[in-house]
C-alpha cells in the first residue's frame, strides 16, 4: 500500500502480535478461463516469489494485446492488476531495495510493462484499482487527468478491499497472495479481516485503525464507514461505537512477503 506522503517520518507505532508473514493462504481454485493475462500476472508474482524466470515473465506481461485486457471479467481485472502490482513492486525492491527511500519516486517511475505500456505503481493503485482517485485526496477527489491506458483498462467499480491486498514493500503492508478470479472476493474478504484484525487496536473507547484508512478515508465512508468495515469484520461489536484514531504506518523496508512461496 503506498503512502501519499513523500517525507519519511513518523515514530514506529506498538504493532499487534498477529505476523502477516505467516498468515495461512486465503481459498483459492483454478479459474478455468484460461486468460492469458491472468496466467501472465500470476505467473510473473511466482517468478519473483520463487526466484524464477523472472525476465521471461516480464517479458510475457509486456507482450499482452490491449484487446486480451479489454477482454477481462471484473473479477479477472481486479485478480490481475492485484498480481502486477506485488509483482511489480516485489521485482523492484527485491532488485534494490534502497528505492523504497525516496518513496515518491519508486512509486510514480515506470516498474512493469503491460501490454506495450511502462506503468508505475501509482498508475496500477490509484489509476486502475482505484478508478483514477487522486492519491492525496484522502479518497474523496478524482484524478481529472488519467493517461489513455489507464481510462481503458481500470476496473469499473473501485473495491476499497485492495488496500489490504497491495504490498509496497513496507512492514506495515498486508500479507502477499496470488490472486485468482474465481475466487478473488473470498481473498479479498480473508485478507481484509486478517489485516484489519491484525492491525487495529482497540481499548478505552478508542479503535486505533491503521493509517491508510486516513489516507483513502473517503474510500471507506468516512469516519462512519470504517466503523461499519471493523463491525462486518468482527474487530468491533455490532452496537460498537467508538472514537477512530489512526496508527502510524511502519515503512521499514520487509521483503520476506515475496521470497520463497509458490
Known amino acids: 500500500m503506498a503512502r501519499p506522503g513523500a517525507t519519511d517520518g513518523g515514530e514506529t507505532a506498538e504493532r499487534p502480535a498477529a505476523d502477516r508473514g505467516e498468515a495461512a493462504e486465503p481459498p483459492t481454485a483454478d479459474s478455468g478461463s484460461g486468460a492469458a493475462p491472468v496466467d501472465a500476472a500470476r505467473g510473473f508474482l511466482r517468478a519473483v516469489r520463487t526466484d524464477g524466470a523472472a525476465d521471461a515473465a516480464r517479458d510475457r506481461l509486456d507482450a499482452l494485446s490491449p484487446t486480451a485486457l479489454d477482454a477481462l471479467s471484473p473479477a479477472e481485472r481486479l485478480a490481475f492488476w492485484i498480481n502486477v502490482y506485488n509483482g511489480a513492486t516485489g521485482d523492484a525492491l527485491l532488485g534494490d531495495p534502497t528505492r523504497l527511500s525516496d518513496r515518491r519516486r519508486f512509486f510514480g517511475a515506470p516498474v512493469v510493462s503491460v501490454a506495450g505500456t511502462d506503468l508505475s505503481l ?30 481503458r483498462h481500470r476496473v469499473a467499480e473501485p473495491d ?6 497491495v504490498n509496497c514493500g513496507a512492514a506495515a503492508c498486508p500479507a502477499v497472495f496470488a490472486y485468482d478470479p474465481a475466487t478473488v472476493d473470498e481473498q479479498l474478504d480473508h485478507a481484509t479481516e486478517t489485516y484489519l484484525r491484525g492491525e487495529t487496536v482497540v481499548a478505552d473507547g478508542t479503535a486505533r485503525v491503521p493509517r491508510l484508512m486516513l489516507w483513502y478515508r473517503g474510500d471507506f465512508g468516512g469516519t462512519s464507514g470504517i466503523r461499519e468495515w ?20 511502519d515503512w521499514t523496508p520487509s521483503l520476506d512477503p515475496f521470497r520463497g512461496r509458490d
Not at 230 to 249: H, N, S
Open 230 to 249: 471493523l463491525r462486518r469484520y468482527g474487530v468491533i461489536d455490532a452496537d460498537a461505537t467508538p472514537r477512530i484514531r489512526y496508527r502510524e504506518y
Open 160 to 165: 476499497p478491499r485492495i488496500h489490504f491486498a
Open 122 to 151: 501509482d498508475e496500477i493503485e490509484h489509476g486502475i484499482l482505484r478508478r483514477s482517485r487522486w492519491k492525496y485526496g484522502l479518497g474523496y477527489l478524482p484524478n481529472p487527468f488519467p493517461s489513455a491506458f489507464v481510462r
